[in-house]
């Protein structure tokens, strides 16, 4: 079995280059929190028109059509996610991976360059695809080059570069907030897409896939490569393929094991997304990721990451974008810091100590805002995302390819991620009318807070700990025989 010895340069490269797309989908996401007064034309000190070029120097819009045009980003998101699980199993993770990048790039360009709101929120739209797409695909590539007992560890660091989009943007935002700059601040992605996209030169198929689409002597190759030319990957090999070798026999775990070897072995057929939803085999494992993609944005985490400055205006009017920096800031450093959790305590417990700690801070922040209390409220929010950066941040993106086989789990993951999209449309198009229909004074955390109660429960009862089990069998193996108990 692969250590934690197996940690090379080259393992460390394709983490980052691979994590490249869940930050600029964390970097898209919060774009517009910090400029979102100078965008919409608020603040009455800018004028429509710029002296130092055609573009407009802000876009008039109302509540409602802001809301449309951040929720829109969340519709690409659907469409990437749903298309992308089928393509990476299909063509390889690689494949997907350097398609995102186009969306990337386009998408920042039509942003940075919009004269109206249309052209603003095709932009948007096109960076959803890319960020829905690297959110899928991203994990799924981590998980299959990570070692084993380090896959928790590095897992996170989707969520860890995610944090790292949105403080840049925030940090972004919290300088070039005035004037034409905000421009400046959505042409950053395109940038980050062209860095993606020449990282990606660079970066192989991943072994898992190579190997079930019976290239075996190259899977063979590049993760000697990854884990380094004196590491054993003998145990490793036989890990990933323990079903087809189980059901196939000695001679073709010889061919698998052989490193001059190309002969094809039989692999269990692909799974599509209608498989995963009826065969019975798959449901537990879907209904497990769906519960806790639901439970991540239904317990409130973006309407801090995307509403923060405006929703905090009236208890901090001059401190709202400072915290929004800070916040983002301490949600980095708080899932840099737990980041080995996963793999010491376990997924489950991590999740349940994240939710718990989500639900207090919500009520907490409805108890700030209607009060008007500035410390109660600020050190809501620093709980609120630290809480999240503790389980619901990293775990989602682990689980999918560990309840499941390599042959599903593409499909798997865009179930999962597609319905983390329409929630998070949900949270992004809502709340604003939500909060306001219920006065403004916090009071939709009490909502947030009953929800996360709700999602604790569920979580409890219908997610498998995956912690030091290396096959979706074992998974789902022990929780069966626990329950005969």
């Given at each position: 079995m692969a250590t934690t010895s197996s940690v090379t340069a080259f393992l460390v490269y394709l983490v980052f280059v691979a994590t490249l797309g869940p930050l600029q989908f964390?970097?898209?996401?919060?774009?517009?929190?910090?400029?979102?007064?100078?965008?919409?034309?608020e603040k009455k000190s800018i004028t429509l028109t710029s002296t130092s070029n055609r573009l407009p120097q802000c876009l008039p819009m109302n509540p409602s059509q802001f809301g449309l045009v951040s929720s829109i980003y969340t519709v690409g998101g659907f469409v990437g996610a749903v298309v992308s699980g089928p393509i990476a199993t299909r063509s390889g993770r690689l494949?997907?991976?350097?398609?995102?990048?186009?969306?990337?790039?386009?998408?920042?360009?039509?942003?940075?360059?919009?004269?109206?709101?249309?052209?603003?929120?095709?932009?948007?739209?096109?960076?959803?695809?890319?960020?829905?797409?690297?959110?899928?695909?991203?994990?799924?590539?981590?998980?299959?080059?990570?070692?084993?007992?380090?896959?928790?560890?590095?897992?996170?660091?989707?969520?860890?570069?995610?944090?790292?989009?949105?403080?840049?943007?925030?940090?972004?935002?919290?300088f070039f907030s005035r004037d034409s700059l905000w421009r400046n601040i959505l042409a950053v992605g395109a940038i980050l897409g062209i860095v993606e996209f020449l990282g990606l030169l660079f970066v192989p198929e991943t072994p898992a896939w190579l190997a079930e689409h019976r290239h075996l002597s190259q899977a063979r190759q590049v993760l000697q490569r990854i884990r380094g030319k004196d590491a054993e990957i003998e145990e490793e090999i036989r890990s990933w393929k323990a079903g087809s070798l189980e059901s196939h026999g000695a001679e073709e775990e010889e061919s698998l094991l052989s490193p001059h070897s190309n002969q094809s072995q039989s692999q269990k057929p692909r799974v599509t997304i209608l498989t995963v939803a009826t065969d019975p085999e798959y449901r537990p494992a879907l209904t497990a990721?769906?519960?806790?993609?639901?439970?991540?944005?239904?317990?409130?985490?973006?309407?801090?990451?995307?509403?923060?400055?405006?929703?905090?205006?009236?208890?901090?009017?001059?401190?709202?974008?400072?915290?929004?920096?800070?916040?983002?800031?301490?949600n980095l450093v708080v899932t840099l810091a737990c980041s080995p959790l996963p793999d010491k305590i376990g997924r489950k417990t991590c999740l349940l100590l994240s939710i718990s700690g989500m639900g207090a801070a919500s009520v907490l922040l409805a108890i700030g805002i209607s009060v008007n209390q500035k410390i109660i409220s600020a050190l809501a929010s620093l709980l609120f995302v630290a809480s999240f950066a503790v389980g619901l941040g990293p775990v989602p993106f682990i689980l999918a390819s560990e309840?499941?086989?390599?042959?599903?789990?593409?499909?798997?993951?865009?179930?999962?991620?597609?319905?983390?999209?329409?929630?998070?449309?949900?949270?992004?198009?809502f709340f604003p009318m939500l909060n306001g229909a219920l006065g403004g004074k916090g009071q939709v955390y009490w909502l947030f807070a009953g929800l996360a109660a709700l999602f604790g429960i569920f979580i409890y009862l219908r997610v498998p700990e995956t912690k030091g089990r290396s096959t979706p069998d074992e998974v789902w193996g022990r929780v069966d025989e626990r329950r005969m108990d």
């Open positions: 964390g970097y898209h996401l919060a774009e517009l929190n910090a400029p979102q007064a100078v965008i919409t034309c494949l997907a991976l350097r398609a995102t990048t186009a969306f990337f790039v386009l998408g920042s360009v039509a942003e940075a360059l919009s004269p109206n709101i249309a052209i603003l929120s095709a932009g948007r739209f096109l960076s959803g695809i890319g960020a829905g797409a690297s959110i899928v695909v991203g994990p799924i590539f981590v998980s299959e080059i990570a070692p084993a007992a380090s896959r928790g560890f590095f897992g996170a660091f989707t969520q860890i570069m995610t944090n790292v989009g949105i403080l840049l943007t925030q940090s972004l935002g919290y990721v769906v519960i806790v993609m639901l439970a991540q944005q239904f317990t409130g985490v973006n309407s801090i990451i995307m509403y923060s400055v405006s929703l905090l205006q009236g208890t901090l009017p001059t401190a709202a974008p400072l915290l929004a920096v800070i916040i983002s800031a301490l309840l499941v086989g390599s042959e599903a789990v593409g499909a798997i993951q865009s179930w999962a991620l597609s319905t983390n999209w329409i929630a998070t449309f949900i949270v992004a198009q």
